[in-house]
């Protein structure tokens, strides 16, 4: 499969900067694979497609103000310094991406705050762009914790043209959210409300939670013609014996079991045995799917409307099927979809 067939033409416009007023009510475009429809919906009404003993699962990774910006000694350059880990809790050591990354080099120091009052040295170059940072803060760990993110800001992607604003803090984040980790949302996931929680509950529909720490690689560019090519940035997951029960009783009753989001599918596809059922699993995943690709586990799926040749709708078009994915969002490009993080969702089935 190559690059040049996830091309289309997505209009500016469409591209969402801000989420809808209620979180349950952006739009939602159904595929039904089967029977080859498209039908036009709210969000909320995707509790119309599942029943009783059926099962969603949610990644509740939690993303923090991963993005800062501080100066560099001496020159006092304006640098960008976006968090991506954890290396060292003791030493306070962090991997971070820097921008512009030229003129950050080993033994700088960069300044933090109106009043300087973070300072971090660059121990180690890590990639062109990659750095190691300690940064020198004698006091406890969590008043670290809380200067560090208390400088940070919500990191919304850069397809999202604007300045953060408070509101981000709650609407980039699900509202299931439970473990720190991530630096982008798993943005299927924010389309649900308290409300449709609840009544996906009372009709019965269970719930199970997996863990992936979003990365920046779902952002990266896929610069190879050839897919096979393309390496995927590793990212950390998790897989509970509770979840890996709830999937698999789903699937041995023949019940829908849907992947909310291209983070749970790809989590989902990295554990999963001979028989098709998912196994527990601490760890990293660099799984890459594009089509053709045989899907174990999930037999439906919560997406959000992807960008032109980005990984995440080749993963969407090997699920749903390649042309019939594809003439869905020329369809969705025609009737004016959101596009992108907080723009609209599809439900595959």
Not at 47 to 54: L, P, R, V
Request: glycine share 6%; aromatic share 10%; net charge neutral.
């Amino acid at each position: 499969m190559k690059l040049s067939k996830f091309k289309y033409k997505l209009p500016e416009e469409l591209i969402a900067l801000h989420p809808t007023q209620n979180r349950d009510e952006s739009r939602l475009m159904v595929l039904n694979r089967k029977e080859k429809t498209i039908e036009h919906k709210i969000f909320k009404d995707v509790i119309d497609y599942f029943e009783d003993q059926d099962v969603m699962v949610f990644n509740n990774t939690k993303v923090f103000p991963a993005r800062l910006y501080g100066n560099k000694e001496k020159t006092g350059a304006e640098i960008e310094v976006f968090l991506l880990r954890e290396l060292n809790r003791e030493q306070r050591l962090w991997d971070v991406l820097v921008d512009p990354a030229r003129k950050i080099r080993i033994g700088n120091k960069l300044y933090f705050g109106d009043d300087d009052s973070l300072v971090a040295e660059v121990i180690d170059n890590t990639t062109s762009r990659g750095r190691t940072l300690r940064f020198l803060y004698d006091g406890p760990y969590d008043e670290f914790k809380s200067k560090l993110y208390g400088l940070g800001e919500t990191p919304l992607p850069r397809i999202v043209n604007r300045e953060v604003v408070p509101e981000d803090r709650e609407r980039y984040q699900t509202i299931y959210a439970k473990h720190e980790g991530a630096v982008a949302a798993p943005t299927a996931g924010m389309h649900f409300s308290r409300e449709l929680m609840k009544r996906l509950e009372i009709i019965g529909t269970d719930f199970a939670e997996i863990t992936l720490h979003v990365g920046l690689g779902n952002f990266r560019q896929v610069d190879v013609e050839d897919l096979t090519k393309h390496k995927m940035d590793s990212e950390q997951i998790f897989i509970t014996e509770e979840a890996t029960k709830i999937i698999n009783a789903g699937k041995d009753k023949k019940k829908r079991v849907c992947a909310v989001g291209t983070t749970v599918m790809r989590t989902l596809e990295s554990s999963v045995s001979t028989f098709g059922h998912v196994k527990p699993f601490e760890g990293w995943t660099n799984k890459f799917i594009f089509p053709p690709y045989e899907f174990q586990v999930a037999n439906s799926m919560i997406t959000n409307l992807h960008l032109p040749l980005s990984t995440l709708l080749m993963m969407a078009a090997a699920f749903g099927g390649y042309d019939f994915v594809m003439d869905a969002y020329q369809e969705a490009v025609k009737e004016k979809y959101r596009f992108g993080t907080y723009g609209d969702a599809m439900l595959i089935i």
